[in-house]
């Protein structure tokens, strides 16, 4: 995909702009339309997030019938071969990573029938952002969304296009400043930080079977108040949107600590993996570890 620095951006004539983002709402250029046509608009705009949240308002604002309108330029999740070439690329795109296009014939015989009882049921198609989504994800939800209320329907389907925009803003746009990825490890057993953990990071990557590899990043050993010695795990460049993975080496550090009765020969933890995901390349990411030998716990922290 092409991508796009912020700071072009502020540099091009409004209709660039709205020709350059009016696929991010399906088939809806009124969105980038309303958003950017303003002369100053896209020169203020500081952030990624400043984009969408001028998108997204948009949208918010729009009348019932304009959002209904939008809901049904959404296609249906459901790609064979006989309907590929209806779908805009960036649908194709997300819907093959989700393995869409890959349905076994049970799996398309419910998906269809489950589709068009939705479709009777609400009068636009279901939606879901589906690009790291598998299809077990997708069918079960539409399995329990099926029988929903159309309020709950039509909101939970405004709330999932906004979800497609902003995962389609930020393969497009990269960013001028970027977060970074912290992390912070406390021995609950002891209530102290934990003091020389070793931590592994992966990237979880896909190939182009939706097979997963994972890629290496580094290796780190936390410090006397438990945290990276040396700073960020991730910063610059370096930090991108995708699904990563920690592995603390837990059992090591337990083994060290002669105050603790672990006398079993097999540590019940070992290592202990985290898989979470990046989704802002803006934003700081914190990701701890609480832990014991016997249990631990994690959060997205600040």
């Not at 091009?12 to 250029?29: A, D, F, K, N, R």
């Not at 952002?129 to 039509?154: M, P």
């Not at 970074?180 to 930080?193: E, K, N, Q």
């Not at 410090?223 to 080496?249: C, S, T």
Request: proline share 4%.
């Amino acid at each position: 995909m092409t991508t796009i620095n912020l700071s072009d951006i502020r540099d091009l004539q409004p209709s660039e702009v709205v020709s350059l983002l009016s696929g991010i709402y399906e088939q809806t250029s009124w969105v980038a339309e309303r958003a950017f046509m303003d002369d100053n608009s896209s020169s203020s705009h500081q952030s990624i997030n400043d984009i969408f949240q001028s998108m997204k308002q948009v949208v918010e604002s729009a009348n019932v019938d304009e959002k209904l309108k939008l809901l049904r330029e959404h296609p249906d999740l459901c790609t064979r071969a006989s309907c590929v070439g209806q779908l805009t690329n960036s649908s194709r795109e997300e819907q093959s990573k989700a393995g869409l296009d890959r349905l076994t014939p049970e799996e398309l015989s419910e998906f269809t029938g489950n589709n068009a009882q939705y479709r009777e049921n609400f009068g636009f198609p279901f939606i879901l952002a589906v690009r790291n989504a598998t299809k077990h994800t997708v069918l079960g939800a539409l399995r329990s969304r099926v029988q929903n209320s159309y309020e709950t329907e039509f909101h939970a389907c405004l709330a999932q296009v906004h979800k497609i925009a902003w995962m389609r803003l930020i393969q497009l746009i990269v960013p001028e400043k970027h977060g970074f990825l912290t992390c912070h490890v406390l021995d609950t057993a002891s209530g102290s930080p934990a003091q020389q953990m070793s931590i592994e990071l992966f990237r979880v990557c896909k190939d182009n079977n939706n097979a997963e590899t994972m890629e290496f990043v580094s290796e780190f050993q936390t410090n006397d108040d438990g945290r990276l010695e040396g700073g960020p795990a991730l910063k610059g460049e370096a930090f991108k949107v995708g699904v990563y993975q920690w592995v603390f080496h837990v059992g090591d550090y337990f083994a060290t600590k002669s105050n603790l009765l672990t006398t079993c020969g097999t540590p019940f933890l070992d290592k202990v993996p985290i898989r979470f995901g990046i989704d802002d390349p803006e934003s700081h990411y914190h990701v701890p570890l609480l832990v014991s030998p016997y249990s631990y716990s994690t959060y997205r922290g600040s």
